[in-house]
């Protein structure tokens, strides 16, 4: 891993900073003016933008943040309408940001603003239109869960894209244009970069602690398990070939069943083990079947959503007003 270390850039860069925040009251003043002192510290690179996005916290967050914007001239802070959860809320940020360069992260702590300078310059001199920050430091459970993952997206695109992704990347001017085309309401990130298609590369890092002090994240299991559905679903070329798949799968343990039930006229030994045979491959039909019924139900809710055309977000507060444009609704 490239130790943190100022970039050496040969023409000036216009970077904006876009970070997603919630319920951040007591710590988002002090990691902006860490976040601030990270950037100053890079030679040819201005902040053109710091753009925190407050999803719909139910604390001060907004108003802490705002209470910064006297001594960071570049900062805007925005506070959306209502929670609409992290991927929206970085959507909007990018939606709003202007610079050369956008960078895209949380404020948990987690994304280590010290690699920042390594990802703007491995963007700059790699000429890559999107640098990802990977980690493989993570506990255990974590993981195994993002493994399975990757492996699964990349059976569904035959690309070899960099795995175990953080939040954390740059995105080139290009990209993020592209990125604002894309006018879907159920949305991930990494699936609509994916989608666009430019350079990527990877940049492994090591994640520093959470705020709270220890390794944990916003995102319980089933939070997770539904944006990688959701990821799957929408950025995935084959969705319905998964379903094939998992049905013939699904057929070849019926056919083992039937002919489990066909050998039961054994003896009572034999009976024993066949029947624990019946029951164990039983169990893992019922839950395929339950698991592919709830993907085709979430496949079918992703299309009405997507159907109504509703906007993708409001804004409800905005320190940069009336100065510059606001995007109420997209």
Aim: charged share 20%.
């Amino acid at each position: 891993m490239d130790s943190p270390s100022e970039p050496t850039l040969s023409t000036p860069c216009n970077l904006t900073i876009v970070v997603s925040a919630y319920n951040s009251e007591q710590t988002i003043a002090k990691f902006l003016h860490l976040l601030i002192d990270v950037v100053h510290a890079m030679p040819t690179v201005t902040l053109h933008q710091l753009i925190i996005v407050d999803d719909g916290s139910t604390d001060n967050t907004f108003e802490v943040a705002r209470s910064v914007t006297d001594s960071i001239s570049a900062l805007r802070v925005i506070k959306l309408s209502r929670n609409r959860g992290q991927q929206t809320a970085i959507s909007a940020g990018v939606i709003l940001s202007t610079g050369d360069l956008t960078l895209v992260m949380d404020d948990d702590g987690q994304n280590p603003m010290v690699e920042i300078p390594n990802l703007v310059r491995r963007s700059v001199e790699a000429k890559s239109d999107v640098v990802i920050a990977t980690s493989r430091h993570r506990r255990l459970g974590r993981r195994i869960t993002s493994r399975l993952f990757w492996s699964i997206m990349r059976s569904s695109r035959h690309t070899n894209e960099p795995e175990s992704q953080l939040m954390m990347r740059v995105l080139s001017r290009r990209v993020v244009e592209a990125f604002k085309s894309y006018p879907e309401n159920t949305r991930t990130v990494y699936g609509i970069v994916r989608d666009i298609g430019y350079k990527t590369e990877g940049l492994e890092v090591r994640t520093g602690p959470h705020v709270s002090g220890k390794e944990s994240s916003r995102y319980s299991f089933g939070d997770r398990l539904e944006v990688f559905i959701d990821t799957y679903l929408t950025s995935a070329n084959r969705p319905f070939a998964f379903l094939l798949r998992t049905s013939a799968v699904l057929l070849f343990l019926g056919t083992l069943i039937i002919l489990a039930v066909v050998l039961s006229d054994m003896d009572a030994q034999s009976n024993r083990a066949v029947l624990l045979l019946v029951t164990g491959l039983t169990s893992i039909l019922v839950s395929v079947v339950a698991l592919m019924t709830f993907i085709i139900l979430r496949l079918l809710s992703l299309i009405f959503v997507e159907a109504r055309r509703r906007p993708l977000f409001h804004i409800d507060k905005d320190t940069c007003l009336p100065r510059c444009d606001s995007v109420e609704g997209f």
